[in-house]
């Protein structure tokens, strides 16, 4: 079903729901990093939002805008992991009953979350089924509403209210990173920036196993790959969403890919220069502009991190195999 595309208006509605039940995520810098990328950069920490990514933001505003049959019957979802949380939490928040796909390699950190919110959790293997299918038909069967991940405009434009709140806190950039997956959050970033910074770069960053939406941004169609193998989680998505993928074509300058290593050393430097742990995801945007420092010298440059939830055991063996 076709939906209209949403705009700025939509992100400036999302955050007037979101007022005084998202948290207004803090925005750092490092010195260090300043040094070393001889720029200034404003690194928005969505790892410290509620469940610990920016994900509540979307999963919040699409269930607070279902009407009262809507919400008695309940919602359904799929997720590797942060969605997951994001609509149960947001579920719990609203009284509404939440019914949530996870493939049975899921973070157990996000699976206890998860089912610690209240919401009945389904397993599906994800490198063999369609879990967008299988929630679609529980939907259908049961009257629920379902709550896609990304490709849905009152998920990003919910998505959309990080980077608003970034400009009316730090003002116009330069250039602006964002991780992706299927285009959620770089979809509603660019309409922000759009409208607050209109000349600000802005650079979705994929995973370089999972190049799908560089590939489909160069064609100018959407591209499908296999499931991708990286350890950015959050970014395993085979294909960028529709509706995201419109938004994306029409208002970002370009995606840039990273590789595992390159998510593993930026994890170190969350940990050991800023005291933060970041998920694999959520450190997609510090490499990539990282990898493109040469060309951002003297500039103000944005880093959204989009999460942080990664189990602790995990998180050492990643870094443990670095040099
Ligand atoms: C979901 C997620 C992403 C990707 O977001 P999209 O909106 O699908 O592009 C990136 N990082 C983290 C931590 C996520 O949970």
Redesign the pocket.
């Known amino acids: 079903m076709p939906q209209a595309l949403p705009t700025f208006d939509d992100v400036i509605a999302a955050a007037a729901r979101l007022e005084g039940i998202a948290h207004k995520t803090p925005v750092l810098q490092s010195s260090t990093l300043n040094e070393q990328l001889q720029a200034k950069v404003f690194i928005k920490c969505e790892n410290f939002q509620r469940m610990g990514?920016?994900?509540f933001r979307g999963g919040f505003n699409a269930l607070a805008k279902l009407n009262e049959v809507q919400r008695k019957a309940g919602v359904v979802a799929y997720s590797s992991?942060?969605?997951a949380q994001a609509v149960a939490l947001s579920a719990r928040i609203l009284n509404i009953p939440a019914t949530i796909f996870m493939p049975h390699d899921a973070s157990p950190a996000k699976l206890a979350a998860t089912q610690g919110y209240g919401a009945t959790v389904i397993g599906y293997d994800r490198y063999s089924e369609d879990a967008s299918a299988k929630a679609m038909q529980l939907a259908q069967e049961k009257g629920l509403t379902f709550i896609p991940?990304?490709d849905h405009a009152d998920v990003?434009a919910g998505?959309g209210t990080a980077a608003l709140e970034l400009f009316d806190e730090v003002g116009e950039l330069d250039a602006l990173f964002v991780?992706?997956?299927?285009?959620?959050?770089?979809s509603g970033s660019a309409l922000a920036t759009r409208a607050r910074s209109p000349l600000c770069k802005i650079y979705g960053v994929e995973p370089e196993a999972g190049n799908d939406t560089q590939q489909s941004f160069r064609k100018g169609e959407r591209v499908k790959i296999p499931t991708p193998i990286t350890i950015a989680d959050?970014?395993q998505?085979p294909m960028v969403g529709a509706i995201?993928f419109e938004i994306i074509k029409a208002l970002v300058d370009d995606i840039h890919t990273v590789t595992d290593a390159q998510l593993i050393a930026a994890m170190r430097f969350y940990a050991e220069r800023m005291k933060m742990v970041i998920?694999p995801?959520?450190c997609?945007s510090l490499a990539a502009a990282i990898q493109a420092a040469p060309s951002l010298k003297g500039q103000r440059v944005g880093v959204i991190i989009?999460?942080g939830?990664v189990d602790l055991a995990r998180f050492a063996q990643l870094l443990a195999t670095l040099p």
């Open positions: 990514a920016f994900k992991g942060n969605h991940p990304f990003l998505q991780c992706l997956g299927g285009g959620g959050l770089l959050g970014a998505t995201t998920e995801t959520g997609l989009s999460g939830n």
